[in-house]
């Protein structure tokens, strides 16, 4: 099946910065990256969908700046998250869609100290 | 956008017993409703899933009911173990697959009890 490998799975960092999270589709064509954030006990947050060669669309309230996103190619999605800060803190985690729904990272727990 | 909202938001049972979790959504659009199970600290696992042309949907002990016209679905576990105990989440999407995103509800934690 299809499947989405993301790294790092766990990364801890100083406040001012960046850490860079990639999501690579091993078996299939990602043209789509969702990228969402988890906050601990909550539910996941859609923060911007990739789409290979073009601009990222963020959802309302992220800041585009701070969350940078790139998709360059069929098979690769990063996150940047820039000049980050405690309160960047959370799990991130990217998924795909594909024919047979969607395939999701395995995630990346993000530790600004 | 859409909006889905997920009862209840805990749920405790004895083991043996069964669990439903109730989702409703706002948009009329969607019509891919998948169910995740995520353990902690994990990626979310898809359990079962439904479409809209479809009203129920089961696999073991786990099945799903849509009910398109007041726009609500459910998931219900029989017989539950305390292997299945973690967080579930229900999910809408205009279609599954596509390139359309997933909105989800906001989780129920189930403990099973032994």
């Known amino acids: 099946g299809a499947v989405v490998s993301q790294h790092p799975s766990r990364v801890i960092c100083k406040s001012g910065t960046s850490v860079k999270i990639e999501c690579r589709s091993l078996?299939?064509?990602?043209?789509?990256m969702f990228w969402y954030r988890q906050f601990p006990k909550k539910s996941l947050m859609l923060m911007a969908t990739?789409?290979?060669?073009?601009?990222?669309?963020?959802e309302q309230g992220v800041e585009k700046d701070k969350f940078l996103i790139n998709h360059a190619s069929l098979t690769l999605s990063t996150l940047t998250v820039t000049s980050a800060h405690p309160e960047d803190s959370s799990f991130y985690i990217c998924?795909?869609?594909?024919?047979?729904?969607?395939?999701f990272g395995s995630g990346t727990r993000l530790t600004v100290v | 956008g859409e909006n889905v909202e997920q009862h209840p938001s805990t749920l405790s049972v004895q083991e043996g017993d069964s669990a439903v979790i109730k989702c409703t959504y706002s948009?009329?659009?969607?019509?891919?409703f998948p169910w995740y199970k995520q353990e902690l600290g994990k990626r979310p696992q898809l359990i079962i899933d439904?479409?809209?042309?479809?009203g129920e949907k089961k696999d073991q002990r786990i099945a799903v009911t849509l009910n398109k016209t007041a726009k609500h679905f459910s998931l219900h576990i029989t017989e539950t173990q305390p292997e299945d105990s973690a967080v579930y989440f229900c999910?809408?999407?205009?279609?599954?697959?596509?390139?359309?995103?997933?909105?989800f509800g906001k989780g129920t934690l189930l403990t099973v009890n032994p």
């Open positions: 998924s795909a869609p594909g024919s047979s729904g969607y395939t």
């Open positions: 078996d299939f064509q990602a043209t789509t």
């Open positions: 990739s789409n290979e060669g073009s601009k990222a669309t963020y």
């Open positions: 948009d009329s659009a969607s019509n891919y």
């Open positions: 439904i479409r809209s042309n479809v």
């Open positions: 999910a809408a999407s205009p279609s599954g697959g596509s390139n359309y995103k997933l909105t």
